[in-house]
């Protein structure tokens, strides 16, 4: 790419463009401020997830690279530009994304319990690349075999879940383990935790809105060092 056309975050670094346009109605400016949000989507439930985007935003950014989306590109059409370090092994010195300081995992475990395959993946993605390490079970009865396995740090489950729901699985593992830490995450407006006084998210949230739950998780803990 020229020069001119390179984002400034890699404005020093040698690299190399990758475009990828249609030839539909472009995409408004409105929707493009939220197109990388986790679970953000224009389509009916039943269509779509919101992840696609997100998940690709997610794995660019590692790899030292950016995305821009053009909600219209130069001959028509919606545009993304994915921008990558020609040569990866400059990874290390470029600025680091600032959720990764506020959202540093310090190598703690994390068991995700969530039965969308996607949402999972997504989660799983976005925790093991600001530090946590990630255990996965798609649903409460997984989730309570993982646990016999693994020196479990945090809790991250759905509510909903096959099998066993997220607060009977919580109630389970701090009846083994009273200083587990718990976060809840759920799609639906009237979900609970019943008599569980744990933190809950709702979706759809942010990857920062998730880092910063888990972070608040160890607020004030004199034992909050990794296991």
């Known amino acids: 790419p020229r020069r001119e056309d390179i984002p400034a975050k890699l404005a020093d670094v040698p690299c190399v463009r990758l475009s990828v346009r249609d030839d539909g109605p472009g995409i408004p400016d409105d929707v493009v401020a939220h197109i990388f949000e986790p679970f953000f989507t224009t389509k009916r439930p039943d269509k779509g997830s919101g992840l696609g985007l ?10 030292g ?11 028509g059409g919606a545009q993304f530009d994915v921008y990558l370090p020609a040569d990866l092994a400059v990874r290390g ?3 680091e994304p600032s959720a990764q300081v506020d959202g540093e995992g310090e190598g703690r475990l994390v068991l995700v319990v969530e039965d969308q395959r996607r949402i999972r993946a997504l989660l799983s993605h ?12 798609e649903d409460g009865e997984a989730g309570e075999e993982a646990f016999a396995r693994h020196d479990v740090d945090v809790l991250l489950c759905d ?23 718990v976060l809840f995450i759920s799609g639906a ?17 942010t990857r920062a809105q998730l880092l910063d739950a888990l972070v608040d998780l160890y607020d004030g803990d004199p034992d909050s060092t990794s296991s």
């Open 54 to 63: 997100s998940v690709v935003y997610g794995i660019v950014e590692d790899h």
């Open 65 to 75: 690279g950016l995305v821009v989306p053009l909600g219209q590109g130069s001959l």
């Open 93 to 95: 010195d470029l600025p």
């Open 126 to 137: 976005v925790l093991t690349a600001r530090g946590y390490r990630i255990v996965e079970a």
């Open 159 to 181: 509510v909903n879940l096959p099998l066993r729901s997220g607060p009977e699985l919580a109630r389970a593992l701090l009846a083994r383990r009273p200083d587990l830490k």
């Open 189 to 205: 407006s009237n979900d609970t935790t019943g008599d569980l006084d744990h933190p809950l998210i709702r979706k759809p949230f």
